[in-house]
């Protein structure tokens, strides 16, 4: 990251446990294979899924809604019973 780009706000300034990092697939990767090359959309995701895995509906529906690619919010939208993120299918209930 250059000085001239924004720092993308990701789960990781919301201390993500290791146990949360396991429910959302992420314990396979280290932070900084998690943040090499990851977009503001992909991360507001990842606030997303965090905030609803804690039962945090509103601040899970701030971060979706600050989703720029339409498209890739309309997913977890239409989706009521699971949501596609970028490593397959995550099913709300799993995030339990």
Not at 31 to 41: G, N
Not at 55 to 70: C, G, H, I, M, R
């Amino acid at each position: 990251m250059t000085d001239h780009q924004p720092k993308i706000e990701t789960i990781y300034d919301h201390g993500v446990t290791q146990y949360e990092l396991k429910k959302l697939n992420f314990d396979n990767e280290t932070k900084d294979e998690y943040l090499y090359a990851l977009s503001q959309d992909s991360a507001y995701v990842g606030l997303f899924l965090l905030y609803r895995m804690r039962k945090n509906p509103e601040k899970a529906s701030y971060y979706l809604e600050q989703v720029q690619d339409v498209q890739l919010r309309n997913q977890f939208k239409m989706r009521p019973c699971c949501a596609v993120n970028w490593k397959g299918y995550l099913h709300y209930e799993d995030l339990d």
